[in-house]
């Protein structure tokens, strides 16, 4: 099976999973570099894939919980903390998107932010172009539902491209606040680690 390394994590690329690319370092960066250490705080990865970015959290110390529309990712992610010796505790998308269970510590989301329409159980075209038009579908429904999975607290690393206007994205969420922590620019496309808090008292009060 393929293998992916960056910065000292280690993982196998199961079949059908999307492949670690640019978009999953700038997000393990943001894991190593812009988070304090994780000290048993709690930490959910939404769309891990092979799982590459939440292993790098529980390698910091972080009480690790993931999910992924696809199976096979779910599957991966646990096999490949299962090899660095790490747990973590899969939950369902829904209980994320519907917002159920009270608040995280950190929440990070590298989510399909190509613009495009996906029908059905095509897993590795959904992971990046998933995002309906202009690539901002998945992440509307991400933000919406981040305030009632943040405390005062909390912190959310997301990762956007240049295509989903982050400006625009501002302007519609003022109950968040966004920092570009981090960009990448490759050819005419830009990404961004982005890092959100709550703003005023929006922000959920049930610590899990
Ligand atoms: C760009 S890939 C990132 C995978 C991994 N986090 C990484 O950085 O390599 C996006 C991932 O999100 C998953 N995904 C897409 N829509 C989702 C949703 N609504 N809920 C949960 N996972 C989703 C995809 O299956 C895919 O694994």
Request: aromatic share 8%; hydrophobic share 40%; net charge negative.
């Amino acid at each position: 099976m393929l293998r992916d390394f960056y910065r000292g994590v280690e993982v196998l690329i199961c079949p059908g999973v999307y492949h670690p690319a640019e978009d999953t370092y700038l997000l393990v960066d943001g894991v190593m570099d812009h988070l304090p250490p994780g000290e048993g705080r709690s930490f959910l990865e939404v769309g891990s894939g092979t799982g590459m970015v939440t292993v790098a959290a529980a390698l910091r110390g972080y009480s690790v919980h993931f999910c992924d529309l696809n199976p096979r990712a779910v599957l991966c992610t646990r096999e490949n903390l299962r090899r660095a010796g790490l747990e973590g505790e899969e939950i369902d998308p829904e209980e994320f998107f519907e917002g159920e269970g009270g608040a995280y510590d950190v929440i990070v989301f590298n989510p399909p932010y190509l613009p495009g329409r996906v029908e059905g159980e095509e897993w590795e075209r959904l992971a990046l172009e998933g995002g309906g038009p202009r690539g901002r579908g998945v992440i509307e429904r991400f933000l919406r539902a981040l305030p009632g999975q943040m405390g005062r607290s909390s912190v959310a690393l997301l990762i956007l491209s240049s295509l989903n206007s982050p400006s625009e994205i501002k302007e519609v969420h003022p109950e968040l606040s966004f920092e570009i922590l981090k960009n990448l620019t490759m050819g005419l496309e830009t990404l961004y680690l982005v890092e959100i808090r709550a703003v005023g008292e929006h922000f959920s009060t049930i610590q899990r």
